[in-house]
């Protein structure tokens, strides 16, 4: 595939105004899982408390998830993203004023980053179901990962120059251009038009429940759906622990790595990230969840490397092979959904998607913070690298999983993407992290 080609896809307004919002929020929350790691450890060097503020954020997530999905298949998706980045612009201008103050504390984070962990619950699903309104089927593949590139790339820079303002002028002022992204944001989504309800999905609403039960049907008859669900359930529990409690505690009381050390570690993987968005911009995955879960056990690397050798060049390298692995899943998971699962569920589907994949989080967060003053560093992270291997490989065993194709090649597809042909899709992956609350819902 040329280059042009690749980038044709921006040539569709509406896809090329959505796509300047995810760039322009995602320039400020590439800065906040840096400054809000080191805010808390500010006011309380502890994994305990870091493992308190990223649990909670995550807990509520989870709590309002299927909501979430509902409310985004019932409502127009553009209208929740921009309510959703409202109320996330407050209460990051509210953090970040907080923290600059030097007034925050720890129970005033905890109860902010909850708030915003309800609101992702909407953003996630809303987010899922646009692209496929937006672009044409065709280019789904190169959409999401135009939009990777771009979250990848900001990334790249976002963290080191997190870690630098946190060493110069405080966490605060970086949560504080994230608030303002958002503001430019939900300017930019009002060019985005999207097809009425009545004729984008042509569904009366019914109640809540039977929405729910609807959207769990669609979830559960997919086995490769489910089955990756279940494994990120359990690998996303390993990976909040050791790499968002653990690795920024290691990073501080290593003199080696240090606060804006761990920002340039953090840019490292999202260079590796950037590298490989390119490549999946011109190559077509037959097998995209084969080709996902074989990849995404070189998330184990830095795990070893932060418990073998914690120190910033080989952690770093760990860092850039993990970036370029988790592209190479999350473009082909996002084009997977986008071609297999109808428009018209899709939210309410990656709502499942997303409680089944993040439900443990909270568990992993606050089991590392308490495993972290019982266990020996090194032998946590290495038993945890190792079980995150066995249980990435263990979704290959579903044959579903292994040879899912795209829809042009997978028959059982044609009734999925049926719904499809009526629209101007528009999609936008879910992603996940803290700090990320209108981006792509990464799934490690």
């Not at 489910?226 to 009381?253: C, D, E, M, R, Y």
């Not at 073998?308 to 082909?332: C, D, K, M, R, S």
Request: hydrophobic content about 55%; glycine content about 10%.
């Amino acid at each position: 595939m040329k280059v042009q080609a690749s980038f044709g896809v921006l040539s569709d307004r509406r896809f090329a105004w959505y796509f300047t919002a995810r760039t322009v929020s995602t320039a400020g929350s590439v800065m906040v899982p840096v400054a809000l790691a080191f805010a808390v450890l500010h006011i309380d060097q502890s994994a305990a408390a870091l493992a308190q503020v990223l649990g909670v954020r995550t807990l509520m997530m989870v709590v309002f998830l299927l909501v979430g999905g509902v409310i985004a298949d019932r409502f127009s998706r553009i209208v929740v993203l921009q309510v959703s980045h409202v109320l996330t612009c407050l209460t990051q201008a509210l953090a970040a004023y907080l923290i600059i103050s030097g007034d925050a504390t720890l129970t005033q984070l905890t109860v902010l980053e909850g708030v915003n962990g309800a609101v992702s619950a909407f953003t996630m699903p809303a987010m899922m179901g646009i692209v496929p309104l937006v672009v044409d089927r065709s280019r789904l593949q190169q959409a999401n990962a135009l939009l990777s590139f771009s979250r990848s790339g900001l990334s790249i820079i976002g963290p080191a120059v997190a870690g630098l303002l946190v060493v110069g002028v405080g966490p605060g002022w970086a949560l504080a251009v994230d608030a303002l992204t958002y503001a430019v944001a939900i300017v930019c989504l009002t060019r985005v038009g999207l097809p009425r309800r009545s004729q984008e999905e042509g569904r009366a609403h019914h109640s809540m429940v039977r929405e729910l039960r609807e959207g769990w049907s669609e979830f559960t008859r997919r086995e490769w759906l489910w089955v990756i669900v279940l494994a990120f359930g359990l690998t996303n529990a390993i990976h909040a622990g050791v790499l968002g409690v653990l690795g920024p505690l290691i990073a501080s009381s290593t003199a080696s790595i240090g606060e804006a050390g761990w920002g340039l570690v953090l840019s490292a993987e999202a260079t590796g990230t950037v590298l490989m968005t390119l490549v999946m911009l011109r190559l077509q995955l037959r097998r995209p969840l084969r080709a996902g879960m074989l990849a995404i056990c070189v998330l184990a690397v830095p795990m070893v490397l932060l418990g073998l050798a914690p120190a910033i060049v080989p952690v770093a390298i760990g860092f850039f092979l993990a970036g370029a692995a988790v592209e190479v899943f999350g473009v082909g998971w996002s084009t997977a959904l986008h071609e297999h699962v109808p428009v018209s569920v899709l939210s309410r589907v990656s709502s499942y998607d997303a409680l089944g994949s993040f439900v443990a989080i909270p568990i992993g967060t606050f089991l590392y913070g308490w495993l972290a003053t019982t266990v020996d560093t090194e032998v946590l992270m290495l038993v945890s690298a190792g079980v995150y291997v066995v249980i990435s490989l263990s979704a290959l065993l579903s044959r579903s999983v292994r040879e899912l194709g795209r829809s042009s090649e997978d028959p059982s597809a044609a009734g999925s993407v049926a719904g499809a042909a009526t629209r101007d899709v528009t999609r936008d992956v879910t992603g996940a992290a803290a700090g990320a609350e209108a981006d792509e819902p990464r799934r490690s």
